[in-house]
């Protein structure tokens, strides 16, 4: 089971970046995936996560309207579209996937599998 991010940079406010995360087959094919963020000092949140299936997708509110996560079966691959860059948006990206039942798609101990984290900057 494999996640690996890409798509992280330095961009202005304003701009924007898409994040990409190459799962394994494994990882795509499990319940939900999200991506969660973690600045410095900070616990890490959740920003989107999307669901097998119909594709059922959750935005957290500091992101939503500016956000958008999909996902291409073909490629397993899900991305995270992000637009209207804030510098409050600088973090450590990370993706994940397999949500543990019973817990919000946004709790980062219920998930299972994570990647490595990109790095997103907004200055």
């Known amino acids: 089971v494999q996640l690996v991010e890409s798509g992280g940079g330095s961009v202005q406010a304003g701009g924007s970046l898409t994040l990409s995360c190459a799962a394994s087959t494994d990882a795509y094919d499990s319940n939900y995936m999200a991506w969660f963020r973690q600045a410095p000092e900070k616990e890490r949140e959740g920003v989107a996560a999307i669901a097998t299936g119909r594709g059922a997708t959750y935005y957290a509110d500091s992101i939503k309207g500016r956000f958008t996560i999909s996902r291409d079966d073909a490629a397993n691959t899900v991305y995270l579209q992000m637009n209207s860059l804030k510098p409050e948006d600088t973090a450590t990206y990370y993706c994940?996937?397999?949500?543990?039942?019973?817990?919000?798609?946004?709790?980062?101990?219920?998930?299972?599998?994570w990647g490595q984290g990109t790095q997103v900057t907004v200055s």
């Open positions: 994940a996937a397999d949500l543990t039942l019973g817990n919000s798609v946004f709790s980062p101990h219920a998930y299972t599998t």
